[in-house]
């Protein structure tokens, strides 16, 4: 279909009085497709029982034959051509499998780069007011879960946002940045130089035109895209309000896995944190291991990559575990004269390979890990 239809239909839908993000998925899904919706002369199956939808419908063919709709169309089909951006519609092969799932997907999306191909992809989230132990904890844990090369989703906000993208992009791992307005900008202006390293190494994303106005209200409209886009929605630093607290309700809404990192009762910067695991409203976590033993990504590498990259460190803790089944980290630190650091890192690579699983800080190795010996 001619683009600037597509986009003269996607104003409608979303210009229309009383058309909402969860109304325009109605109709859309109602009618079968975006263009059906617009098949004014066929009347499906139902009407009926659904006069809601066709109120807004006939709503719709007014606005569309308006001379706003028309210009707008052409004018945001002109900026998409002239910056080489790519329109993807709901119900597309590459529209992010992930966010079609939700109720109140986005009926388009614009991206500026590549959206990248991973098995895991993991929103990380957090206060723009981030401690250094923030940050750092940021840092290690996307280190950490970098053989499982993630794909790392937040907002370019300041902050834990702006740590998680850097540290991806310095890990070589792909990221894609939501943003809440159109791709004729970057807010804030100061994250433009990383903004441009994410669209050659992922994508910037959003559902927002360039003529959109840019609102207060936008950023909760982007809250959903981050966190409908992954399996896992972590927060690192909350208040007890805020914007990435609402990112993992919806996270929660839509039935992906959430994790938080717990702090200090009377710090306010984790008092958000502190809430959603006492309302179970997110696993708690201290260390990477936790997310991969409750996702089970430990079990999703292939043969070949268990006899990669397993250093004479870690072959020598597989075979003290294997002497001593279920030995404790801590008598494994004293045992091969390691540090903390050290023999916490190598287990967790060990995890991540499928070779050897913690529980309660003891180790005992899997099936794999046995052969890994051989």
Request: glycine share 6%; charged share 20%.
């Amino acid at each position: 279909m001619e683009q600037v239809k597509v986009l003269r239909q996607l104003y409608a839908l979303h210009q229309t009085k009383g058309i909402g993000a969860k109304s325009a998925r109605a109709l859309v899904n109602f009618f079968g497709n975006i263009a059906a919706v617009f098949e004014f002369d066929k009347m499906p199956d139902g009407q009926d029982q659904n006069p809601k939808l066709m109120a807004l419908r006939a709503g719709i063919k007014q606005f569309i034959a308006t001379s706003d709709c028309e210009s707008s169309a052409q004018k945001e089909k002109d900026f998409i051509e002239r910056n080489k951006i790519e329109l993807i519609e709901l119900g597309s092969e590459d529209y992010p499998a992930l966010l079609s799932e939700c109720c109140d997907a986005p009926l388009a999306i614009m991206v500026r780069g590549s959206l990248p191909t991973s098995p895991f992809w993991i929103s990380v989230v957090g206060t723009r007011r981030a401690s250094v132990q923030g940050l750092d904890f940021c840092r290690s844990i996307i280190r950490e879960l970098a053989p499982l090369n993630p794909v790392i989703v937040s907002g370019l906000a300041k902050g834990i946002d702006y740590c998680a993208h850097q540290t991806a992009l310095e890990l070589g791992l792909p990221t894609v940045a939501c943003l809440a307005h159109g791709l004729n900008q970057i807010y804030p202006k100061e994250h433009y130089s990383v903004a441009q390293q994410i669209e050659k190494h992922g994508a910037l994303l959003t559902e927002f035109w360039s003529q959109s106005p840019f609102h207060a209200s936008n950023f909760l409209q982007r809250n959903r895209i981050i966190a409908g886009l992954s399996h896992v929605t972590l927060v690192i630093e909350s208040a007890d309000k805020g914007g990435s607290l609402i990112t993992a309700k919806f996270a929660n809404d839509y039935n992906r896995e959430v994790f938080a990192v717990p702090g200090n009762p009377y710090q306010r910067a984790h008092q958000g944190c502190n809430q959603l695991i006492k309302d179970h409203q997110a696993h708690m976590v201290t260390e990477t291991a936790d997310i991969v033993r409750i996702m089970g990504w430990s079990h999703c590498h292939s043969e070949s990559k268990f006899n990669v990259d397993i250093d004479s460190t870690q072959r020598a803790i597989l075979k003290s575990v294997h002497l001593k089944p279920y030995i404790h980290k801590d008598e494994l630190s004293r045992v091969l004269n390691l540090n903390a650091g050290m023999i916490q890192g190598a287990l967790l690579q060990l995890e991540l390979l499928g070779l050897l699983l913690t529980q309660s800080g003891c180790c005992v190795l899997s099936n794999r890990g046995v052969r890994a010996l051989d």
